[in-house]
């Protein structure tokens, strides 16, 4: 009986064993590119922040003169919004106070008319 020559068994496996390797190869290089696609958005991103940054920073004013003030009216706005605050949590503040207090009661009928004799009519 005679087998299948092995050299020929050998080169089908080679030749799988290439094709295996060639898709894999193929597959690994797509994804390579879908990679780079996504680090190509992100460095034109992150190119235009910097750039963005560097705009907003070449704007401010070049003098110290300059750069004070805008601290001196950075602070005066930081003092005014918490002054603001201040006064709208004192507003709520009085809000739930008046909300609080129970509902005077009726001064009409009997009742009233008894609470008036024996304690006056200012309560």
């Given at each position: 009986?005679?087998?299948?020559?092995?050299v020929?068994?050998?080169?089908?496996?080679?030749?799988?064993?290439l094709?295996?390797?060639?898709?894999?190869?193929?597959?690994?290089?797509?994804?390579?590119?879908?990679i780079?696609?996504?680090?190509?958005?992100k460095?034109?991103?992150?190119?235009?922040?910097?750039?963005?940054?560097?705009?907003?920073r070449?704007d401010?004013?070049?003098?110290?003169?300059?750069?004070?003030?805008?601290?001196?009216?950075a602070v005066?706005?930081?003092?005014?919004?918490?002054?603001?605050?201040?006064?709208?949590?004192?507003?709520?503040a009085?809000?739930?106070?008046?909300?609080?207090?129970p509902?005077?009661?009726?001064?009409?009928?009997?009742?009233g008319?008894?609470?008036?004799?024996?304690?006056?009519?200012?309560?």
């Amino acid at each position: 009986m005679a087998d299948a020559d092995p050299v020929e068994e050998s080169k089908e496996t080679h030749d799988a064993r290439l094709d295996k390797v060639e898709a894999t190869q193929a597959e690994q290089g797509g994804k390579l590119d879908q990679i780079l696609a996504i680090l190509g958005k992100k460095e034109g991103e992150t190119h235009e922040k910097a750039e963005e940054h560097t705009e907003a920073r070449l704007d401010r004013g070049s003098t110290i003169a300059d750069q004070v003030k805008a601290a001196v009216e950075a602070v005066g706005a930081e003092k005014a919004q918490a002054e603001a605050d201040e006064a709208h949590k004192a507003d709520h503040a009085a809000i739930r106070e008046a909300r609080e207090k129970p509902p005077r009661e009726s001064q009409s009928g009997f009742r009233g008319k008894l609470q008036r004799a024996m304690f006056g009519a200012d309560q």
